[in-house]
Nanobody, 123 residues
Framework: QVQLVESGGGLVQAGGSLRLSCAAS????????MAWFRQAPGKEREFVAA????????FYADSVKGRFSISSDKAKKVVYLQMNSLKPEDTAVYYC????????????????WGQGTQVTVSS
């Protein structure tokens, strides 16, 4: 079992930055991939970024490439999402997910989810 708890969301002006954190407990952290998804009102939950287990390799949605950065701290068992140059269209509830059994990009691949943290970007 894996438990995930997100934090760090909030209200920020366009062009600003936020850093989200996802604290993991349970199974050996670092042995499985971790990801961030987001869901805006009235829209499907979509992939944002992922970092593989073991030697970390990162993956990003085209909409956030060059602005967002995912990283993991195995000692602290935390995954971060650094979000820079935020835009109003980044407004969503951001979810941490772990231990995918298939494609990192698919919501259905993930076995574990956090409760979500709200990010609101004002124009």
């Amino acid at each position: 079992q894996v438990q995930l708890v997100e934090s760090g969301g909030g209200l920020v002006q366009a062009g600003g930055s936020l850093r989200l954190s996802c604290a993991a407990s349970g199974r050996t952290f670092g042995s499985y991939a971790m990801a961030w998804f987001r869901q805006a009102p009235g829209k499907e939950r979509e992939f944002v970024a992922a970092v593989s287990g073991g030697a970390p390799v990162t993956f990003y949605a085209d909409s956030v490439k060059g602005r967002f950065s995912i990283s993991s701290d195995k000692a602290k068992k935390v995954v971060y999402l650094q979000m820079n140059s935020l835009k109003p269209e980044d407004t969503a509830v951001y979810y941490c997910a772990g231990d995918p059994t298939g494609s990192y990009y698919l919501r259905s691949s993930y076995n574990y989810w956090g409760q979500g943290t709200q990010v609101t970007v004002s124009s």
